[in-house]
Each structure stands twice: as structure tokens, then as C-alpha cells.
């Protein structure tokens, strides 16, 4: 069942204790939609400038995502950003950020993409979610990532985004922030309570929590040694998951563990390299491999 | 099986951002051992002051831990700690040591104690470490526990005792400072090669970690809103570990795992209390309990 996705497309530049690039592929929606298309046709909504090179769209394309939503602005840059992780490779710093075209974003849906019964609204503004949740009138499941400059920034925009949104995703120093609470299964009850009827908190190596009002747990990352950057790693989980969701067409309590599940493994593959490097590698048997390894890790 | 303990016995004095106790019972092998006394006999070895108050042994006594092995020096004081919890829950600071009788601490087993089966080297110094494994002529399986300043000051002495265990558990601070690498999974395997035959690295609130030349898993930690102090967590997760192995009288990869499981859930009660206020609480059907609720959390 197609799933809709609209956020950043980017060019990142990362630097990491062992290596540096630059100008490669990234952005949330990117990230999302190229680990959500091994299970589901995916749409992506997103805007670049006319320094975007027709190989991007392409490589999109060979993993059956529609990029008709992926609007080029003539005269406009491309969303930059560059970032440097700390020899953890879990905490990072922002060193540059240039919105350029994304500043501007203002995403106006097709007929067509209106109808998408699954969207993921990825990083953005919430004042622009709101106005793609205002168009996805035929969505059945709406999900939402945030960031901390939304919680601090848009607060009200925030907590009007929660009354309307099925599931939220955030990261353990964002639920921390916006719960002032340093316990991340009170942290995630207290944000079920903002309005999400589910709420995912990502923990980067230490994997992911789930919160309803129904059922709390918590899934670990499946271990690697081979880190080599952890950029994206947050929006492949979300396309891993959103994307197994709209497979089956079910987002059921035992249909969302496993999404979840199928989001983590997800992730693992993409940490392994740079930019879409790793998953380019791999099929979706490859994904279905790791996760019977991770099932079997977690049977005793 | 009866296992044996060797380790700390001391009176904590604790803050945390919301409560304070002063002079509370603790100590490595206080909470390792009580842990254990749910699922073995334990023989608990240490060493205290005439500060001691009698009803200390007796509720180690009342859960069937034989305190024999408790040396009690007349004109010396116990083992003092005192530490505050960050914010966090999870980093502390060590405010005061006192280390008074624990200093000198040279244990001598009796002829029944050297005959155990099971031995568990808790929080000391690996000079000592080495000196009951000398003793324990009966072990077929010692597993010994570490931490920062003994790697940092008995670097060479804990090289000869990684030769002769055949299981280490430490926190994860600690495996990163041992190998000078800030990927956990890296981190254990690295610590496989320096001797034992098992690692086990400690996560916190993250849960735990095995590694051995087969198999590499992790598990998350139960999760708990009511983190109260998590003074213990360790010892109580090594006490659940190698309780259910010496009950099982086995240590084969699938009872370790299910130790493992154990050990996370014993843990996961000791954090909802000071000292052993939560444990004394308890009965073993309260961590089958659990324990299910964990393996179903984990199935998807």
C-alpha cells in the first residue's frame, strides 16, 4: 500500500573520528523513503534546488519511489548540512546548517498523494506538517518526526500537531526535553498523554522504546561493530517500519512490534556507511536475514 | 549448587535528585548475594567492623545466605561509600570513600568454601581477586567483576586474572576504558582476547551485553518507571546471573542467556528501592514473574 512521505533532502557533509565526506545524499525524507521502498511503493514529497543531480533522482527511482512530489526551485540551493560526530559516534554536532530552499518549503500535495492511506511527516516545521496533514485527507495512519528546535520553537504548533497525529517518533534527548523528564518510560507515558495514540523513542545504540496506552517495551539495537556513520539512522528505522506497516496494510499492536523490529534492522544496514552506501548493497532477503539473527537474539 | 561470593560489604550513604539515605546496607557482595539467595544457597565472604549491627547477617541469614565467611574485625569500622545520582539516574559521583577494614582485606576461605562449585569474585582488587582463586580449588566456574581504578592501577594484576576466569562482567565505562574503544560490541570482543571465555558488559539503564568467541547478543533492560536508586544494579544483576546458573548447575550457552534474562530482571527490582528495601519485598514467583513479561516484550 503506498506510503507517503514528505521531509528534508539534503546534501550532508559528515566528518567522523576515522573519516570525512562531502556533499553526499541525506535528508530525512531520503533516508526514509529508500529504506521504506523494500516493502512498499513509497511517494516522496520534498524540495531541492537546481544543484541536484539527476543521479539522486534516479537511484530514488530503481527503488520504486515516486519522486513526482520532489519538487526542483530554479535559481535555489538544496538544504546543506554538516555535521561532526564525537568519537562515541552516538552524540553529534551540527556545524553548519543552510536551508536554502527548504526555508521556504511549502508542500502542496497531488490528487493522487492526497489518497495515501499511510504518511510519515518527517523532519519539518510542525506549521508545515499541519498543512500536509490538512491535505492528506485520505490518510488512515498519520506518524510525525520532531526535533528540538520544533519543541523549543513551536511549542503551540507542537502540542496541535499531537491532537491530530497517530504515532510520534523522537529521540531520547528530545522526549527528555520535551517531557522536562530524564526516566524515558515516564518521559514516553507523559507524551502518550499529549495526544500521539503511540509514541517511539530511538535510542541510537541502544535501540528503541515503545509507549501506548496499552503497552510499553523496549527493543535493543541489533549490534554492530562496523559504525561508520550514524547519519539517517533515526529515518531508516521510521522507513523500516512505516514501510513493513504499509505492507500490511495493519498498524495492529503485534504488526507494530514487529514493524519496529524490521525498523531497527533497518537502521543497522545503514550506520555500516556513509550517505544510502550500505543499503544500496542489500535486498530486501538480506533485511529478512538479520531479522531472524535479531529474533533469535532476543529468544531464551 | 552453593556459590560463592567474595566482595564488599559496606554501608552506603546515597543521594538522588529526590530522596536521601544515610548509611544503608551495601556493598558488592551484599547485593550480589541476596540476589543469588533466590535461586541457590550462597556462602557470602567479607569482611566488616564492630559497627556491624547483628541484624544485618540476620536478614542476609533469612534468605538463606551462609554469612560464616563474614569476618568481623573488633576496633574497626565497616566500609564506607557515600555518592549522588546525576539528574539521569544512570551517572554518579563518588563523594566519600572510607575503605576502614575492607582496606586490608585478605580473605581466607574455609575448607568447605574452597570446594564451591560456582564462585563469583565481586568488586575488589585483583591482587585479592587472585588470591581466593588460588583457594577456590573446587570452581568449575569463577567469574570475576572489575572496575575503572583497578584497571587504571592493577593493570598487570587484572591481565593475570583475565587468564585464569572464565567470565568477567563490567560496565560499560569500564570495557570502553579496558580497550580505549568507544563501540561496546567492538569493546567486548576485544575484551574475549585479553582471556575470559565470557564478557558480560553492563548497560544500565540499556540493559547488558554477552560476548563470547560464539555468539554476541545484547538484551535491553526491563523497563521501570520507579527508578528510586541505582545503587546495587549490578551486583543484583551478577546475583540473579550466576544464582540461576548454579541452580541449574550449568553454564551452556542457553542457561547463560536465561541467566542473563535473570540477572536483568532481578536488577530491574533493586533500582525501585534503596539498598534492599525492594529485594526484601519480593519472592522468587515475583521474578518469574517478570521474567515472563520480559520474554514476552521481547517476542514480536
Known sequence: MPLLVVGSVAFDSVETPEHRRDSVLGGSAVYFSYAAG??????????????????????LNQRSIDTSGLQVTKGKKTFRWRGKYLPNMNDRETLE???????????????????????????????VQLKVLDQAI???LAVADTMDLW??????????LFQRIDGLVLNDAEAKLLTDDENLVR???????MGPKFVVI????????????????????????RVVDPTGAGDSFAGGMMGYLAE???????????????GIVTASYTVEDFS??????IERKDLDLRLDQYERMLSF
Chains 1, 2 share one sequence.
Open 38 to 59: 523494500y516493502f512498499t511503493p513509497v511517494r516522496l514529497v520534498g524540495v531541492v534546488g537546481d544543484d541536484w543531480p539527476q543521479e539522486h533522482t534516479e537511484l
Open 97 to 127: 546548517v543552510h536551508l536554502n530552499v527548504f526555508g521556504d518549503f511549502d508542500p502542496v500535495l497531488s490528487e493522487e498523494h492526497r489518497r495515501s492511506k499511510f504518511l510519515f511527516l518527517a523532519n519539518g516545521s510542525p506549521r
Open 138 to 140: 485520505g490518510a488512515s
Open 151 to 160: 519543541i523549543r520553537e513551536e511549542h503551540d504548533e507542537l502540542m496541535q
Open 187 to 193: 518521559a514516553g507515558h507523559k507524551i502518550c498523554k
Open 202 to 225: 530511538k535510542k541510537g545504540e541502544h535501540g528503541a522504546m515503545f509507549f501506548s496506552d496499552y503497552e510499553t517495551y523496549v527493543l535493543p539495537a541489533f549490534p554492530t561493530e
Open 248 to 262: 500490511k496494510k495493519s498498524f495492529d499492536p503485534v504488526t507494530l512490534k514487529k514493524a519496529m523490529a524490521y
Open 276 to 281: 544510502l552506501d550500505r543499503l544500496r548493497t
